[in-house]
């Protein structure tokens, strides 16, 4: 069992920047696939980035260039940098955790087993 608990969400202007953290909880944390997904008010909710347990990372289109995710397997803890936002990147960011997935499921919500209660970031221009 593997949990997660989210941080770093606050208000910020358009161009600013922020660092999320999901900190878990659980054993061999470096194993897992982690993934950060957001959801805006009336939709659904949507892949953002990701770094699997080799450290390969993979992002939406939207935020290439702009957002990084890290992972610090000493601190068992992983991080999304957001630079550069946008009000269009207002929404929840979950935490997710999955375990040997592939690289066709990793945009997919449903492949992760392990969620936080995801933490607010608003955008305002």
């Known amino acids: 069992q593997v949990q997660l608990v989210e941080s770093g969400g606050r208000s910020v202007q358009a161009g600013d920047s922020l660092r999320l953290s999901c900190a878990a909880s659980g054993p061999t944390f470096s194993r897992y696939d982690m993934g950060w997904f957001r959801q805006a008010p009336g939709k659904e909710r949507e892949f953002v980035a990701a770094?699997?347990?080799?450290?390969?990372?993979y992002y939406t289109d939207s935020v290439k260039g702009r957002f990084t995710i890290s992972r610090d397997n000493t601190k068992d803890t992983v991080y999304l940098q957001m630079n550069s936002l946008k009000p269009e990147d207002t929404a929840v960011y979950y935490c997710?955790?999955?375990?040997?997935?592939?690289?066709?499921?990793?945009?997919?919500?449903?492949?992760?087993?392990?969620w936080g209660q995801g933490t607010q970031v608003t955008v305002s221009s």
């Open positions: 997710a955790a999955g375990s040997r997935l592939i690289v066709s499921t990793l945009k997919v919500r449903n492949s992760y087993d392990y």
């Open positions: 770094v699997r347990s080799n450290n390969n990372k």
